[in-house]
């Protein structure tokens, strides 16, 4: 569960996975795997997406695409804007996964929802929904 500090999906509005976690409680539990510290601010209502890593901060864990669907539906769900993919990748670098999410990185107490993994051009994603 996430702490006040945290983002929190809108009630009508969350895509769980399995085990009750929302896109965001599941995006920093992976993103914590390379960055102990990181952090996600909550989302005011028709506010920005979530940015993409500036230089040192792109890792594995965060420059993929099964990780920005998540940062993305996390956005969408607290009533914030739609990430874009050409946007959030140019600050990767040349360290992109497309479809996929290294498994050595998915901590034992989470699940990653199988909509996350399905990859499409398309620009915009949102809960597997595009």
């Given at each position: 569960m996430a702490s006040d500090g945290e983002p929190k999906c809108l009630p009508?509005?969350?895509?769980?996975?399995?085990?009750?976690?929302?896109?965001?409680?599941?995006a920093i539990k992976l993103a914590?795997?390379?960055?102990?510290?990181?952090?996600?601010?909550p989302r005011p209502i028709n506010g920005p997406a979530y940015v993409g890593p500036a230089g040192e901060e792109a890792s594995d864990c965060i420059c993929n695409?099964?990780?920005?669907s998540l940062l993305s539906d996390c956005s969408w769900c607290q009533g914030g804007a739609l990430g874009y993919w050409s946007h959030y990748s140019g600050w990767c670098g040349r360290r992109i996964l497309i479809g996929q999410y290294p498994p050595d990185l998915i901590?034992?107490?989470?699940?990653?929802?199988?909509?996350?993994?399905?990859w499409t051009p398309s620009s915009r994603r949102r809960g597997g929904h595009i």
């Open positions: 009508d509005m969350t895509t769980d996975n399995s085990l009750g976690q929302s896109s965001c409680v599941v914590r795997q390379c960055d102990t510290s990181y952090t996600l601010s695409t099964v990780f920005f901590p034992q107490d989470t699940a990653i929802p199988s909509w996350a993994y399905m």
